[in-house]
């Protein structure tokens, strides 16, 4: 079935490090991808997406490319900061699903100054 | 503009209750999506209405329920609670259907069944 899968947590970082979390995904045909980020006591929010293979999302400092060939779409931040700190979640939409997205697990990121 | 509105934010009911909760679109979105959160299960899809016409539905039980109005507001239903059922309960809207549009989620509605 179609699902994704990301990386456990929590991940804890120093400020300014470099950030990876990644993700991968199993789907039928070819899906949007997604990064939603959930700040404490918050809804999701949309980080950034991409919608065809080899496209970049990117915002805020934060980049994914959807790799179909490794069925990828791993996050990056090249300096993170203390704000930065939440839960991300990957996610994939099928063509036509509208509302429907299938997420991961999500990885909660704690940042320390 | 105004984002997504649930209400009420929080709650708490006992086993064998039912509940209601409400979502209110940004307006001029017609899709309204139903999610549930707990921390076993991840987000779980529930249910997608547009023109409240129910479009996607989750593998959920015959209790989890929703609808929508004329004017995009939607409202779900669980019925008969179970412990299990505790979580957050999120909505989200986007514009039209099948696009690869933006969700965006209202900031939740907390569940407790005691």
């Given amino acids: 079935g179609n699902s994704v899968t990301q990386m456990e947590g929590p991940v804890t970082l120093s400020e300014e490090a470099f950030l990876t979390i990644n993700c991968t995904y199993t789907a039928t045909g070819y899906p949007s991808l997604f990064w939603y980020v959930q700040y404490p006591g918050e809804g999701l929010q949309l980080l950034l997406k991409a919608t065809k293979a080899d496209d970049k999302g990117s915002n805020k400092g934060f980049e994914a490319t959807y790799r179909k060939e490794t069925t990828s779409f791993h996050l990056e931040k090249g300096s993170v900061q203390v704000s930065d700190s939440a839960v991300y979640f990957c996610a994939l939409r099928l063509n036509n699903q509208g509302g429907k997205l299938i997420f991961g697990q999500g990885t909660e990121l704690s940042v320390k100054p | 503009k105004a984002g997504v509105t649930q209400t009420p934010r929080y709650l708490i009911k006992t086993r064998g209750q039912q509940v209601t909760l409400s979502c209110s679109p940004i307006s001029g979105h017609r899709s309204v999506s139903w999610y549930q959160q707990t921390p076993g299960q991840g987000l ?32 779900m239903n669980v019925s008969t609670l179970e412990l299990g059922d505790s979580a957050l309960y999120l909505c989200a809207s986007t514009r039209t259907e099948g696009t690869t549009g933006e969700l965006f989620f209202g900031e939740g509605s907390r569940l407790t069944v005691l």
């Fill in chain 2, 44 to 75: 779980q899809f529930l249910f997608e209405y547009f023109s409240e016409t129910q479009r996607n539905k989750g593998n959920f039980p015959g209790r989890f329920s929703g609808r929508q109005f004329s004017n995009s507001r939607s409202e």
